[in-house]
């Protein structure tokens, strides 16, 4: 049976062929998303991967809208697999906000679903880690959010070689488009249009436009000559500040696709720009409010940056962990006879916090051997008849060989794994 297209399976190494996706780079991602969101503040999040579809209905836009895995649950109600997590944050905040100290600084590493024509770097499902600050309305809170994007990044061991963040301003085209006399209910459509600029054929961008009343030609020049925001000055200032700035780009291009943006707005990208954007957000100061019936109202601003391109970044660039291994200690097992004392070696081994293999029926020696080998094993052990059983420990590294007392197993084992990786 096949998975669903769009969808990934996950394998443990040694992947069955190339080009599969690897658990393993899986949790890399997530652990230097995790490293980072801490150093930065931020506590962890959760909410349900299933939701109402209004939720996503009021605000997200038309473009996510259209990408719903959405039907009718068993008690008939409309429901939604979430397609981003914004929405959820933004309810959940506005239900409890009381609780939390402002500014609240959160992240969470959702799965989420859209329905999309299946291309390079856009699958149907993907992870998004989401960082977002709610109830700062500073534009210092801009900064720290893209210092902390371009960190991210860098923690990974991207440079600036490697990846740029491009600024933008919804603000300053939402002025742009009052200037030309759009109306509030054309303005979604244009942000729209603009968003999708660069891979629209010019003349039916031309005539889209034409329809709202902006000329293509202005949209253009607004783009490469559009004057920097005081917002924007700020935020730059703030990045040289921290040494940081090489790592972003003004660009009008830019403007989001998703409803909601009403400030700073920022894409990130692979310089050479093999790879669809990496990650994306801006500030929504209104949905909050919006999500709350006007209950609470706070301002917000965040992003997402998903693992699809990520990954495939990564790995063009041999950044990903080459295979490590999977345990300390083999335990080989060559007199069945011994087979009990063995487990309870295995046991205490365990217990003090080695990971320990072993096989688990009669297996010639050589095999368990070889079978230590593929696992990447520090060391094998062996328990060794006598008077006394006692322990054979060997490096796998050195091939050097120790015997030692079944007691002075585990304080060995430690020292000797210290040593082997330099501590
Ligand atoms: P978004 O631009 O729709 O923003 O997605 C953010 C990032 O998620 C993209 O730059 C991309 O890396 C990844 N992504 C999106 N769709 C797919 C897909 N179909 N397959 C693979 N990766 C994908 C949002 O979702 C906003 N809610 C982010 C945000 C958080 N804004 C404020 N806070």
Redesign the pocket.
């Known amino acids: 049976m096949e998975r669903l297209p769009g969808f990934r399976d996950f394998f443990p190494r040694p992947l069955p062929q190339k080009n599969q996706w690897e658990f393993e780079a899986r949790l890399h991602l997530f652990a230097a998303w995790r490293r980072v969101l801490a150093v930065y503040g931020f506590k962890e999040y959760d909410g349900p991967p299933v939701e109402p579809l209004e939720l996503f209905t009021k605000k997200s836009g038309r473009e996510?809208v259209g990408q719903l895995y959405n039907f009718d649950d068993k008690g008939g109600r409309a429901v939604a697999l979430r397609?981003?997590?914004?929405p959820t944050?933004a309810r959940m905040v506005a239900t409890h906000e009381r609780q939390y100290k402002k500014p609240i600084k959160w992240f969470s590493i959702p799965q989420?679903f859209?329905y999309?024509r299946q291309q390079k770097?856009?699958?149907?499902?993907?992870f998004?880690l989401?960082?977002?600050i709610v109830g700062e309305a500073g534009v210092e809170a801009d900064a720290e959010l893209i210092a902390l994007l371009i960190d991210v990044l860098r923690a990974l061991g991207l440079g600036s070689d490697d990846f740029v963040i491009h600024l933008s301003s919804r603000e300053a085209w939402q002025a742009f488009f009052r200037e030309h006399g759009g109306s509030g209910t054309d303005e979604y459509e244009f942000f729209q249009i603009v968003d999708k600029l660069e891979r629209t054929p010019e003349e039916t961008a031309a005539v889209k436009l034409d329809k709202i009343g902006v000329p293509l030609e202005a949209v253009r020049r607004f783009i490469t000559e559009g004057e920097l925001t005081s917002q924007l000055k700020i935020v730059l200032k703030n990045l040289r500040a921290r040494g940081i700035d090489q790592f972003v780009k003004i660009d009008y291009g830019v403007i989001?696709?998703?409803a909601y943006y009403t400030g700073i707005v920022f894409?990130?990208f692979d310089r050479r720009g093999e790879f669809?954007?990496?990650?994306?957000?801006?500030r929504?100061d209104k949905l909050v409010e919006l999500i709350s019936d006007a209950k609470t109202d706070l301002p917000a601003?965040?992003?997402?940056?998903?693992?699809?391109?990520?990954l495939e970044l990564l790995r063009s660039r041999d950044l990903l962990p080459k295979g490590a291994s999977s345990v300390d200690v083999y335990c080989l097992i060559e007199d069945e006879a011994l087979r009990s004392d063995s487990l309870n070696l295995i046991q205490g081994l365990r217990d003090a916090g080695f990971r320990v293999d072993y096989s688990l029926v009669a297996l010639k020696s050589n095999k368990q051997f070889c079978q230590a080998m593929d696992m990447g094993a520090s060391f094998t052990a062996t328990l060794v008849p006598g008077e006394q059983l006692t322990v054979r420990l060997k490096s796998l590294a050195d091939r050097k060989e120790e015997t030692v007392a079944v007691v002075d197993c585990v304080a060995v084992l430690k020292r000797r794994l210290a040593e082997s990786h330099g501590d």
């Open positions: 996510i397609p981003e997590m914004t944050l989420l859209r999309e770097g856009r699958l149907r499902e993907h998004q989401n960082a977002d989001r696709g998703l894409e990130a669809r954007a990496i990650a994306g957000g801006g929504y601003l965040g992003f997402g940056m998903g693992d699809v391109v990520l």
